[in-house]
């Protein structure tokens, strides 16, 4: 019998740093902490280090930060 080699899928980043996303994005790391803070982008807590999820990354790549993410915040009508 002949074994067949299998093709092992690369593994899909879920998390990232700050320091990672301030260099992709091309903003300081200060920048970044500010806009958690201020609920402008969702992080999580892992093995003690706060991590931006993918959902966020992708969102914040596509609508920018500050979009609406602040708690209580609610559009006028009209």
């Known amino acids: 019998m002949k074994k067949m080699a299998t093709a092992l899928a690369a593994p899909v980043r879920t998390l990232f740093g700050f320091a990672e996303l301030a260099a992709r994005w091309n903003v300081s790391k200060d920048t970044l902490r500010l806009a958690a803070e201020a609920g402008h982008m969702?992080?999580?807590?892992?093995?003690g280090r706060r991590l931006i999820p993918i959902t966020e990354v992708t969102r914040v790549e596509s609508e920018g930060?500050?979009?609406?993410?602040?708690?209580?915040?609610?559009?006028r009508a009209g």
Not at 65 to 75: A, D, E, H, I, T
Request: aromatic share 12%; no cysteine; glycine share 24%.
């Open 42 to 47: 969702k992080t999580v807590y892992l093995g």
């Open 65 to 75: 930060l500050g979009r609406g993410r602040k708690r209580g915040w609610k559009k």
